[in-house]
């Protein structure tokens, strides 16, 4: 699949979720691309041979940025953004084949397909909350200057 085919399915995955969460007519479109973003930095790095848990992790780094930047400037909860943005990553897929797995008894596929699928989601939780802790350090230490300097 091409990286066109990429861009516009990630992008209309994120905006159907949008639209399925109830998130403002006013954001879908951002929705949508903040979506698109986080896949496309998974989609490259992945790639080019990244691990794909080191991925998740920088595409759910640069989804939370994008939400909190478009929380800012259109004035709507941090969390539209962040849940619309993310489902992209989400290895719903592999879930799903984890406990096919299960139900065949195939335990050592099953067993397999869940360490990945926890992995991935623990990824995305990691990049959600790196990128928060980061925001607030980087907003502590500029507060602090800002007092000091007056």
């Keep these: 699949m091409g990286i066109l085919a990429q861009l ?46 080191a991925a998740t992790i920088l595409g759910a780094m640069l989804v939370a940025v994008i939400s909190r930047m478009f929380a800012k400037m259109y004035k709507t909860p941090i969390i539209i953004f962040n849940v619309s943005g993310i489902i992209p990553l989400v290895p719903g897929g592999m879930a799903y084949n984890a406990m096919r797995s299960f139900v065949q008894n195939d335990y050592y596929n099953a067993f397999q397909y869940s360490t990945k699928v926890m992995l991935l989601a623990g990824g995305i939780a990691m990049g959600l909350m790196f990128s928060e802790v980061l925001n607030q350090i980087m907003w502590k230490t500029s507060g602090k200057r800002r007092r000091t300097q007056l």
Excluded: H
């Design 8 to 53: 516009a399915t990630s992008f209309v995955a994120s905006l159907g979720f949008g639209i399925l969460f109830n998130a403002p007519k006013k954001v879908l479109i951002q929705c949508g691309l903040n979506g698109m973003a986080g896949w496309i930095v998974y989609y490259v790095l992945v790639d080019y041979g990244m691990d794909p848990v």
